[in-house]
C-alpha cells in the first residue's frame, strides 16, 4: 500500500522496525461476505447471518464450559487492513479523525471485537450471529461475556 490509497485529509506513518511479540491465530471465521465492501459496518448479534468460527482442532480442550453460554467476545485479526494510517476519513469527509476515536479496522494492530449471541457448537465449530468481518477472517480469541453462571438480566455487561 502507498499514500496514493490514503483518502483526503487521512496521514499514515512509518511502522516500526520490529515486532514486539507474537500471536497465534487460532482458527478462522467464515462469513458469506468475501468483499470487505460487502460485509456490516458492525455485526448485528440478533438479527445478523449465522456465521461459523473454525476452530484449531489443538486448541479444541479450551472450548470446555463454552456450552450453555449465550454471548461471547470474539477477536479476530483485520488481515486485509494496512496498520500505518494514524488519521482516517471514514466517510469521505472534509476532515479526519484519530484512529483510536475509530473502531475502523485500519490500526497498528488490527484487532477486531464483536460481542456474538453463539447459537450452537459442532466439534470445534461455533455457529454465532454478530460478526462484521470477511470469509477466512483468522481467529484472535474467544472470551465470555460473563465467566461464571450467565443470567444477563441480572447483569450488566
Ligand atoms: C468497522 S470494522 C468493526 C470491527 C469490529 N466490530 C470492531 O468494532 O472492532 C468492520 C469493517 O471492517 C472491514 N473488514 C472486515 N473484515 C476485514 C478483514 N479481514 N481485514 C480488513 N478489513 C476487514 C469491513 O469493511 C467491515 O465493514
Not at 32 to 55: F, S, Y
Not at 59 to 75: D, H, N, P, V, Y
Given at each position: 500500500m502507498?499514500d ?5 485529509f487521512?496521514?499514515?506513518v512509518?511502522?516500526p522496525?520490529s515486532?514486539?511479540a507474537?500471536?497465534?491465530f487460532i482458527g ?16 448485528d ?6 456465521c ?5 482442532p ?19 485479526w ?6 500505518d ?5 471514514p466517510?469521505f469527509?472534509n476532515?479526519?479523525?484519530?484512529t483510536?476515536?475509530?473502531?475502523s ?15 450452537r457448537i459442532?466439534?470445534?465449530?461455533l ?5 462484521d468481518?470477511?470469509?477466512q ?16 438480566e441480572?447483569r450488566?455487561?
Amino acid at each position: 500500500m502507498t499514500d496514493s490509497d490514503l483518502r483526503p485529509f487521512e496521514r499514515a506513518v512509518s511502522a516500526p522496525d520490529s515486532a514486539d511479540a507474537d500471536l497465534w491465530f487460532i482458527g478462522r471465521i467464515r462469513t458469506p461476505w468475501t468483499d470487505r465492501r460487502a460485509c456490516p459496518r458492525k455485526g448485528d448479534a440478533q438479527d445478523g447471518p449465522l456465521c461459523e468460527i473454525v476452530l484449531d482442532p489443538r486448541w479444541s480442550e479450551a472450548m470446555l464450559g463454552l456450552e450453555g453460554k449465550t454471548r461471547l467476545q470474539i477477536l479476530y485479526w483485520m488481515h486485509l487492513a494496512r496498520r500505518d494510517v494514524v488519521r482516517q476519513n471514514p466517510d469521505f469527509g472534509n476532515r479526519a479523525i484519530g484512529t483510536f476515536a475509530l473502531r475502523s479496522p485500519l490500526r497498528p494492530n488490527p484487532i477486531a471485537s464483536s460481542t456474538v449471541t453463539l447459537e450452537r457448537i459442532e466439534g470445534t465449530s461455533l455457529f454465532v450471529r454478530g460478526l462484521d468481518c470477511i470469509d477466512q477472517t483468522p481467529l484472535v480469541d474467544i472470551k465470555p461475556i460473563f465467566c461464571f453462571d450467565e443470567q444477563p438480566e441480572k447483569r450488566i455487561a
